[in-house]
């Protein structure tokens, strides 16, 4: 062992979610089952396309006033 290796740390709150993890072990799982129900979304093709279509180009200056409703 080496001189300058210092004792292994670990914090409270790596403490807290290892404890968490060994008493519900499915935790993992339903975490990945909730962010497959919200995110993890297959797009068809034509869903791409309507949404490439839909997208409106920005311009080069978002607080520009060239759309001002005055005409100013």
Do not use: C
Not at 7 to 34: H, M, W
Not at 39 to 61: F, I, M
């Amino acid at each position: 062992m080496s001189i300058f290796r210092r004792p292994d740390y670990t914090s409270e709150v790596t403490q807290f979610i290892e404890q968490l993890k060994t008493n519900k072990p499915t935790l993992e799982a339903e975490q990945r089952a909730g962010r497959a129900l919200l995110w993890d979304k297959k797009l068809s093709l034509s869903e791409q396309a309507e949404y490439s279509e839909a997208r409106v180009p920005q311009q080069p200056y978002v607080y520009g006033t060239s759309s001002h409703p005055n005409g100013k």
